[in-house]
């Protein structure tokens, strides 16, 4: 194209000298207008990739939320929000169609003065002798191509500006420094399962407000602890520490005897298994989805860990059983069958240390009760930490630690609590109700 136009413009001066100069004096003018143009239409394409941004965001919250928009009859009030968005960006797009609108005719209109001079100087100059007709069609059909040339460049420039316009937001991304790291200690001790957490604080990056303050807590291998406390305390954070998915703040948590950020990633996630309570399933079979926590497991593994998560039983009743087809995201099953299928997709992976965060929410006391079981009698090497919000579950930990506003509010066994943590004792007032005034009272 750049070879296209400056040959038009270098024949023409092989032509005639008044042709090449004619053409020019018109650059500049053509230049200006270019340049005017990208100066206006730059920063509406940051503008209009950061509504596209929104209006997605939009959509992707009500194709996911579609449900609860209907049951809470949100309808209209979505299509709004949506039609606002979405005339944003038809406003924003407008403004860029009419800027680039405006600037063919521009050019346009230069070039074609360019052929109008060229016919007044080339008729002069064919009367003077001093040039053909035939040179003058040439200078137009030069003329003409280098038009084409500039629309082509114009059209190009537009692609390129918002081709910028992208890479700028794509590379605040693909230049981001990730938080977590890889440790730079060689050493991997052996695996106990042991988890000590020292003097540890912790604040969510924008808040001021701290989740976690001077925690300590000791975690012996092989110790079945469940957490509890209420809402917000932060349960779920803290054993988020353990396998890195948050740093701390200030102190340390001990893994093995080594302090978590001295480990490789893949190493210390190799020793720690999480199942968190909102069941995360992929499309593929439930056999597939299970031997996701360990791609090497065989049947007998898998077999084992269905049977301990509780989901053999309603396996069997589905139509090809562990080759079963599961739909996106698991929405071909139920609630309590998507945690039983994550619990033994944990569980088929061999680690020191196993957390489930809520994670056995939707199921039933009974199958709640025969999974402890089974987790106590086949996988008694492993530490075993749970979070959860039933006493009935925690009584059948080794030990309960309560916490409360972020910090360690309780320590010990279900008795030990109740005669020394208030904490705990109105969560067990609050669930057990007749039950706990029996006991208290038998006390």
Request: charged content about 20%.
């Amino acid at each position: 194209m750049s070879m296209l136009m400056f040959g038009s413009v270098y024949c023409m001066f092989r032509l005639n000298h008044d042709f090449g100069m004619t053409v020019l004096c018109a650059a500049p003018f053509i230049i200006g207008c270019l340049c005017f143009c990208m100066w206006k239409a730059n920063p509406l394409f940051d503008r209009l990739q950061s509504q596209l941004d929104e209006m997605n965001t939009i959509l992707q919250e009500d194709i996911s939320g579609i449900r609860i928009i209907k049951a809470c009859v949100r309808e209209l009030h979505e299509k709004k929000r949506f039609g606002q968005a979405n005339d944003s960006l038809i406003r924003t797009q407008l403004r860029v169609l009419v800027i680039f609108a405006f600037m063919n005719p521009a050019v346009n209109t230069m070039m074609y003065l360019c052929v109008a001079v060229i016919l007044r100087v080339g008729n002069v100059d064919v009367a003077a002798g001093s040039t053909t007709p035939g040179s003058i069609m040439a200078a137009i059909t030069y003329t003409t191509q280098l038009l084409n040339g500039i629309l082509m460049l114009v059209m190009l420039i537009q692609t390129i500006s918002r081709g910028i316009a992208s890479w700028r937001r794509v590379r605040e991304i693909l230049e981001s420094t990730p938080e977590i790291r890889n440790g730079s200690s060689e050493r991997k001790p052996a695996g106990h399962g042991s988890v000590e957490f020292k003097d540890v604080s912790f604040t969510y990056s924008g808040s001021s407000r701290p989740v976690l303050r001077h925690v300590n807590l000791q975690i012996a291998p092989g110790e079945t602890v469940a957490i509890m406390g209420a809402t917000g305390c932060g349960k779920s954070t803290l054993i988020s520490l353990i396998p890195r998915f948050f740093d701390t703040g200030e102190g340390t948590v001990l893994v093995d005897g080594v302090d978590v950020r001295d480990y490789g990633i893949d190493d210390l996630r190799g020793r720690v298994t999480t199942v968190l309570q909102k069941a995360e399933l992929f499309t593929g079979t439930i056999r597939d989805n299970i031997r996701m926590g360990n791609p090497s497991a065989g049947e007998e593994e898998i077999q084992k860990a269905a049977q301990a998560s509780q989901a053999e039983e309603f396996i069997r009743t589905q139509p090809e059983g562990m080759d079963t087809l599961v739909a996106e995201r698991g929405a071909s099953l139920s609630g309590g069958q998507k945690q039983r299928v994550s619990i033994a997709r944990s569980l088929v992976r061999p680690s020191e240390i196993r957390i489930f965060d809520d994670s056995t929410s939707a199921l039933d006391l009974r199958t709640e009760a025969e999974l402890y079981r089974a987790l106590q009698s086949e996988y008694m090497d492993s530490t075993k930490i749970f979070v959860t919000q039933r006493v009935a579950t925690a009584r059948r930990a080794d030990r309960i630690i309560v916490l409360e506003n972020g910090t360690v509010a309780g320590n010990g066994t279900h008795d030990g609590l109740m005669a020394s943590c208030p904490a705990y004792r109105e969560i067990y007032l609050s669930q057990m109700g007749g039950e706990a005034d029996d006991e208290l009272g038998g006390k």
